[in-house]
């Protein structure tokens, strides 16, 4: 097979490779020279030298390999055998990763040899790296990719990888070559991170918050009040300079952009319901801080919110409640002949369901929903009150005529653990 191809030419310069065994080596490719088909024209950040730099901070991303074939290659100081590679997915944007491609190979840059080919590839996490193995058995310095689609080139505006790696020996071991950093082990190919911790080499700390909508971390004195953009950036003033297990969470209001950050011991606070129109959300680190799910009845409810829903046609956008297990949601009707109008004649018909699920929920699809509340045909029984008793996402609707094709009187709730003071 012969291909020539115009190639942007450049250098790389990255951290020496790490041994993994005796039999399987990452090779370094520090001293390659690389090569591409297409640059990256708009952000030198993203430009095909960052496909070989093994730093999942980076990635190469190339416009062009959306609507035509695109290649990356590198040139090794001297010959190798190459016997496994790998590709790390980028950090964002799935529908731009590559799918199909051909590894080939050459000594002269002239006349290459298929080494794989692969086709319908995905990636199920972002920053997540694949090894392929190859069956081959010469040494060559040239190793070019050939990218022929991206995963969904009806949206993606480019196609766009992380970085690849390199690897020679025996790697007939799964997990030969894989490098899952001082927090994670290998298992299968794929590495699995302690706990606390993510991202390809197991080296990011992973924070998992539990989010309370019109809620406040109440009881303890904030450490640090300050701005922050938005809830994310809120959390990571609260992860970074500390020790973890020092942050208990954050009170971010959206409307202020207020940021307070609570630190401290997860002992002496308490989680409260903010004012009547306090956009304020509490953000809490999830460890000690929530209790197991496997032990509700323990839970101590340090302050009871229950919530008043008007369950009636005017009212079109209904509200998303987030609460926790124990508390209540009571939905009331108006008046049977809705005011006494004279076109409202009829008793109100607005019965309340609960969705099987999501999916049903978003169709209005009632089969299998479960009917919550029958309206009232008096002036009796005006209300129905729904209480929580498990974690989940339950969805409500109205069957009566269009009330839920037209987004009238349908509701989401989602129940959580309440944490412990």
Not at 391 to 411: A, E, H, I, P, W
Request: proline letters at 2%; charged letters at 20%.
């Amino acid at each position: 097979m012969s291909t020539r191809f115009k190639a942007v030419l450049g250098a790389l310069a990255v951290a020496a490779p790490l041994a993994f065994s005796e039999d399987c080596t990452q090779i370094d490719v520090s001293g390659a020279s690389l090569s591409a088909s297409h640059d990256n024209t708009i952000n030198s950040n993203e430009d095909y030298t960052r496909a070989f730099d093994s730093d999942v901070t980076t990635k190469w991303l190339v416009y062009e390999g959306v609507t035509e074939s695109v290649w990356v290659q590198a040139v090794l100081d001297e010959a190798k055998t190459v016997t496994k590679y790998g590709i790390t997915s980028a950090n964002d944007a799935q529908e731009r990763d590559p799918s199909s491609w051909t590894l080939l190979a050459s000594n002269d840059g002239v006349y290459f040899v298929t080494l794989d080919e692969q086709l319908g590839v995905t990636w199920s996490e972002r920053e997540q790296r694949q090894v392929f193995s190859l069956s081959n058995t010469l040494a060559y310095t040239y190793y070019r990719w050939e990218f022929n689609s991206v995963r969904d080139s009806a949206t993606a505006n480019s196609m766009q990888l992380n970085y690849i790696s390199l690897f020679e020996g025996d790697c007939e071991d799964a997990c030969c070559g894989i490098d899952c950093g001082d927090h994670g082990s290998c298992t299968e190919g794929t590495c699995e991170c302690d706990v606390g911790y993510e991202g390809t080499l197991c080296s990011d700390i992973s924070a998992q918050w539990g989010e309370y909508s019109g809620r406040t971390i109440s009881g303890v004195t904030a450490s640090t009040t300050t701005t922050a953009s938005d809830i994310d950036a809120c959390k990571t003033l609260c992860v970074e300079g500390n020790d973890d297990a020092a942050c208990i969470g954050v009170n971010f209001n959206s409307d202020s952009s207020s940021c307070s950050v609570i630190t401290g011991t997860s002992s002496g606070w308490t989680l409260k319901s903010a004012s009547d129109g306090d956009n304020t959300v509490a953000a809490i680190l999830v460890s000690e801080n929530l209790l197991d799910s496997a032990t509700p009845e323990s839970l101590d409810v340090a302050e009871q919110v229950d919530y008043t829903v008007n369950w009636n046609p005017q009212y079109h956008q209904m509200p998303r409640i987030d609460m926790f297990i124990g508390e209540s949601v009571t939905f009331e009707w108006e008046d049977v002949n809705m005011r006494n109008l004279p076109q409202y004649s009829a008793p109100n018909h607005h019965d309340i369901y609960l969705f099987a699920g999501e999916a049903q929920y978003q169709r209005c699809d009632f089969r299998g929903a479960k009917v919550i509340a029958v309206a009232p045909k008096s002036q009796e029984n005006m209300a129905v009150t729904w209480t929580s008793t498990t974690t989940g996402t339950y969805y409500f609707g109205s069957n009566y005529g269009t009330d839920c094709s037209v987004g009238q009187l349908k509701m989401i709730v989602q129940v959580k653990r309440r944490p412990s003071p």
